[in-house]
Nanobody, 125 residues
Framework: QVQLVESGGGLVQAGGSLRLSCAAS????????MGWFRQAPGKEREFVAR????????FYAESVKGRFTISRDNANNTVYLQMNSLKPEDTAVYYC??????????????????WGQGTQVTVSS
């Protein structure tokens, strides 16, 4: 079992920055990949970014490439999502997720095995 707890959400003006954190506990995560997803009201949950615990390979949705950066701190079992140049359309609940199959860049929510409770990000125009 893996437990995930997100933090760092909030209200920010367009063009601003936020850093989300996801603290992971439970199983050894060295063979997992970690992902960030987001869900806006009335919309489906969508993939944002992904990173392997072992090796740090990253993968991004086109909509955030160049603005968001995913990283991990192995010593503290924490994954981060640095979000820069935020836009109102980035407003959503952001979720951290863990995938036991790190070999493929999964982008569908049902391909992930564990989820956090989410943290709200609101970008005002």
């Amino acid at each position: 079992q893996v437990q995930l707890v997100e933090s760092g959400g909030g209200l920010v003006q367009a063009g601003g920055s936020l850093r989300l954190s996801c603290a992971a506990s439970g199983r050894t995560l060295s063979r997992y990949a970690m992902g960030w997803f987001r869900q806006a009201p009335g919309k489906e949950r969508e993939f944002v970014a992904r990173i392997r615990w072992n090796g740090g390979n990253t993968f991004y949705a086109e909509s955030v490439k160049g603005r968001f950066t995913i990283s991990r701190d192995n010593a503290n079992n924490t994954v981060y999502l640095q979000m820069n140049s935020l836009k109102p359309e980035d407003t959503a609940v952001y979720y951290c997720a863990a995938d036991r199959d790190y070999s493929i860049n999964h982008v569908r929510p049902n391909e992930y095995d564990y989820w956090g409770q989410g943290t709200q990000v609101t970008v005002s125009s």
